[in-house]
C-alpha cells in the first residue's frame, strides 16, 4: 500500500510513513535501507551523528572529529560517517534494483548537528551531508537539537572536568537558536527543499518564530502512546508545523518494554486482527496511532521481515485509537540527553522534573 503523503508549509509533500535509521550497526544500515526502499518506504530519516552506541560507554567518552575536507579521528566520527555513508550505498544499489526508482521518487531528510549550529558553519554542515548521502539536495533538513556545543570539528567536545562519572560535553549558550535557524532559513533552496527542527518545545518554537519570522515545515519529536504530548500538537498544528514521531515504537535504553508489546496495544492488535480477518501486530497499531491526525512516523528496523510488517498500514476505529490513547497517562520520555547519554548533555533541554538540577536552559 501506498502510504499517505501530508504537504508541508513549503508546499513540498512529505510521506506520512518513514524509516528511521538511528542506531542501526555499520554493516547493517545500507540493507535496512534498501530493504525499506524495496518494501516500499519512500522517507528516509537520516542525521549526520546517528551513531550506534552514541549511548555506550564503549564508544562515548573520548572527543570526536570530523572534518569537511574528510579527515576523521575517532570512533564517534567514523562511525557517523560511515552511517550516511553506507546510506547513500543503499539507496544507489535501490536504484539499480527497483524498476523506475529515482531521487525523486524519495524523501530524503538530514539534519544539522549541536556543534554545526554557528550560523557561519550551517552552509558548510549541509555540504557535508549531501557529499555523504550522494544527493544534490535534501527534502528536508532539521536543527537534530535546541543545543549548541561548542563550535569546531569535534562532534562531542568533551569538558576536561565534569561532576559526572559520564563526563560533560561543552554546551555553548553563546550561539543563539535564532541565529542558527536564520542560518537554516537561508540555505540554498536548491540544496534543501524544506527546513524544520527536532526536540523543539512549544517555547523553543516561539522564540525562532518570533525572532526570525520563519516557521518550521517540520518539528520531529519523541512521541509514542506514553508520550502523547497534546500541547505541543496542538501549538504546531495551529502554526502549521507537521509533527514527525521518532521512537514510535517505544525504544529507550532504560530497559522498558517496547511499548508495542504493552497489554492494551495487544488487545487492540488483537480485536483489528479479527475485524481486519488479518494478522495486525503491535507494531501495526502503534504505527497507524501514531499517524491519526496526518503526522509522520518513522519507525526503525534492520530487520527484513519487521521492515516489511513496519510497512502494512491499518485504520484503527475511533474506540481502538482511544484505548491506545489511554495509554498515555502513564507518561515516559525515554529520549533525555541529561539523564541517559554519555558524555551527559549538562542542559535541561524538556523540562522534565529530573532535568530542572541541570546547569543550562534550552529554553
Ligand atoms: N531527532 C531525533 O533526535 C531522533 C531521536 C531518536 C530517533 N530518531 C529517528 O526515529 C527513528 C525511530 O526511533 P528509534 O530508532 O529510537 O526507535 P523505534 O522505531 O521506536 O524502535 C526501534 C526498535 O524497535 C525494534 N523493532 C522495530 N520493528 C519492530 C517490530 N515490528 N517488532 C518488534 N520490534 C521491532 C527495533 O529492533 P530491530 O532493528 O532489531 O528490528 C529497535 O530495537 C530513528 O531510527 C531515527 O531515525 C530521531
Redesign the pocket.
Known sequence: MSPGKRILNSGFPIPQL???????APG?VGT?VYEALKAGYRHL???LM?VPGFLSPGLAGSSSKFSPSGSITNLHAIISYRNQKEIANGIQKAYKDIPGLKREDLFI?S?LWNSQHHPEDVAAALDICLEQIGTEYLDLY?V??PVAFQRGDLLLPVASSSSSDRGDVLIDDSISMVDTWKAMTELPKQKVRSVGV??HNVHQLENIIKGSGVTPSVN???R?PHLRSDDLIDYCAEHGIHV?????????VIGDP????HPVVKEVAESASKRLGQTV????V?IAWAQVGGHSV??????P???L??FKEIVLTEEEIQAVDAIGKDRKR??IPFCYYKPRWDVNIFDEAVEKIATSRAF
Do not use: C, M
Not at 18 to 24: E, I, L, N
Open positions: 518513514g524509516f528511521g535509521t538511528w542506531q542501526s547493517e535496512a530519516d537520516l542525521a546517528y531528510t539534519k532539521l537534530h537539537w527536532a526536540n520531529q519529536i519523541e509514542h514527525t514521531a521518532y521512537s514510535p515504537l517505544g525504544n529507550n517496547l511499548v508495542i508489546n501486530t503491535g507494531a501495526n502503534v518513522i519507525p526503525k528496523s534492520v530487520k521481515s519487521r521492515i510488517d513496519n525515554y529520549n
